[in-house]
């Protein structure tokens, strides 16, 4: 093998090792990335929820009043 044929290889092999490691740091990027997503969809859901349970308190609350009004009113009448 020549000198110039070696420096070729030499170069080929940097340059597949080179790929190879963008790759790599690509895949473990979106991984993260994937992770982090999923993280603030789990937060998106948990807040949903709460208000969700904050919201059906309020309205039993206001069906509470309302049915004690009537019932005031009934009872008045």
Do not use: I
Request: cysteine-free.
């Amino acid at each position: 093998m020549t000198d110039m044929t070696q420096v070729m290889h030499s170069m080929e092999n940097a340059m597949k090792m080179q790929m190879h490691a963008n790759s790599e740091r690509r895949a473990r990027e979106a991984e993260e990335e994937k992770k982090d997503f999923l993280e603030k969809l789990r937060q998106a859901a948990a807040s949903k929820a709460d208000l969700e349970g904050d919201a059906m308190k309020v309205k039993g609350a206001e069906a509470a009043t309302q049915r004690d009004q009537l019932m005031a009113m009934t009872m008045l009448g």
